[in-house]
């Protein structure tokens, strides 16, 4: 009976494995890129945060100094914008669209592209309601943060499609 269960089961894995499945999340970079300076305009502490905890938790060597550094995975000109998507029948606005864009590549120190440049736009519908003000931006807050997430994580997904 055991080996019964045990046939579709391992019918299931090697159907999984064969099409190419990956958990969600766990992205392996190769070795070669070495030693990795993140470069992040100054004001984006977060981004850049977010960036070192990730490639750090890949088992990625980072390093403070761009002179030390293998490879340079270079972030360009994050921002976030917003939009009105929609008016109350008061002319007061009821939801915007929160959207976070960003261009990155990955460059060796001799200037030779690992990863060509590349961009990312992320958008985020957020409700904004005048009679709980603080609620609105902390939901505006935490919004651009899970951005900034997903962000990194695409980052992620493109660097180990480019590099492995």
């Known amino acids: 009976m055991n080996r019964l269960l045990r046939l579709p089961l391992l019918a ?27 470069e992040v305009p100054g004001y984006d502490y977060d981004l850049r945060h977010r960036l070192q905890r990730t490639l750090g938790s890949r088992g990625v060597r980072l390093v403070e100094d761009a002179t030390a550094a ?5 972030i360009v000109n994050p921002q976030f914008a917003t939009r009105v998507l929609s008016v109350g029948t008061d002319a007061r606005v009821r939801e915007h669209e929160l959207r976070y864009t960003l261009s ?5 120190r001799d200037g030779t592209v690992l990863v060509a440049p ?8 957020v409700t904004y309601d005048e009679t709980n003000v603080l ?30």
């Open 12 to 38: 299931a894995v090697l159907l999984l494995a064969g099409c190419g499945f990956h958990v969600r999340g766990n992205y392996q970079l190769p070795d070669t890129i070495g030693a990795v300076f993140i």
């Open 70 to 74: 293998d490879s340079v995975l270079r």
């Open 104 to 108: 990155f590549e990955l460059r060796r």
């Open 118 to 125: 590349q961009s990312v736009e992320l958008l985020r519908d």
């Open 135 to 164: 609620g609105s931006q902390s939901e505006a807050s935490a919004g651009r943060l899970e951005l900034q997430d997903q962000a990194v994580q695409q980052i992620m997904r493109r660097l180990a499609a480019r590099l492995g």
